[in-house]
């Protein structure tokens, strides 16, 4: 005899109910996609950007849909500014309970080409930035007693090189990949799970401006759009947000330590 679906089964894995997230970069892409599902699954979010008037209308975009949103402007790179970034969340919310690193920088850069500042630039965003709002939630996770979620968004370039002109772009990816996991060991006791996620080809904004600009190394033809490398073609920032939410719901409570492909089969072949 079949089972009588139960929909409060599925609602409640995935539900962030009563939860506050901060999304980093979420002004846009991948970042934005993820703050709007995360309202729609009952979490308070912080909208955290660079970009102050994006985050400005993600936020009110949130709240206009019935979700609870708030914004501050970070630069992740900087110590105090992420320090305030989680001391906002707390006035706003009053506690901290998922963290999305999504905030990245990626510009091109041939290898011989590159200054010292450009590498420089890219790893005190990409790597010490993840660091340091990592360092600064599980503070405060730690404080409450009751464990957490912590998602960083790293790159399938960090393990299968898709592009030229990427070196330090996927090289701060890789260094993300090994703060995952090393991270995860050291705060399982503390219940805070983390674990990160692999994006191939993405439709945001930033990646086609990227793709479109003179000398940027994206090749049509190159690497990645090779047949059979895209299998599920290129992603929406929808499909990516999904498999965030799943981190960073009880759907996924017994998962920490990971860096999951999100790539539409890229890395198969």
């Not at 019935?66 to 919310?93: K, R, T, Y």
């Not at 464990?147 to 890789?174: A, L, R, V």
């Not at 705060?187 to 945001?204: Q, S």
């Not at 059979?228 to 498999?243: D, T």
């Amino acid at each position: 005899m079949p089972v009588t679906p139960n929909p409060r089964v599925l609602a409640d894995l995935f539900s962030l109910h009563n939860k506050t997230a901060i999304i980093t970069g979420a002004a846009s892409g991948i970042g934005k996609a993820t703050a709007k599902l995360f309202a729609e699954a009952g979490a308070q979010v912080l909208v955290a950007d660079l970009d102050l008037n994006g985050g400005r209308i993600v936020a009110d975009e949130i709240i206009a849909g019935g979700g609870s949103a708030a914004v501050v402007d970070v630069d992740i790179s900087d110590e105090s500014a992420v320090n305030a970034m989680a001391a906002e969340a707390m006035s706003q919310f009053g506690r901290i309970d998922i963290l999305v690193n999504n905030a990245a920088h990626r510009p091109k850069a041939a290898f011989m080409d590159m200054s010292v500042d450009e590498w420089d630039r890219m790893h005190n965003i990409n790597t010490r930035g993840t660091f340091l709002c990592m360092r600064a939630v599980i503070r405060q996770m730690k404080a409450q007693g009751n464990g957490g979620s912590i998602i960083n968004i790293s790159s399938i370039g960090s393990e299968h090189p898709t592009i030229f002109n990427n070196t330090h772009y996927d090289s701060s990816k890789s260094a993300v990949n090994a703060l995952t996991r090393t991270s995860a060991v050291e705060f399982a006791p503390d219940h805070i799970r983390i674990n990160a996620i692999m994006p191939g080809g993405v439709e945001t904004e930033g990646a086609n401006a990227m793709r479109s600009k003179p000398g940027s190394g994206f090749i049509p033809q190159g690497p990645i759009m090779a047949p059979g490398r895209l299998l599920l073609g290129v992603a929406k920032p929808r499909q990516l947000a999904s498999a965030i939410l799943f981190l960073a719901s009880e759907a996924s409570s017994y998962v920490t330590g990971q860096v999951i492909a999100v790539d539409g089969g890229y890395s198969v072949g």
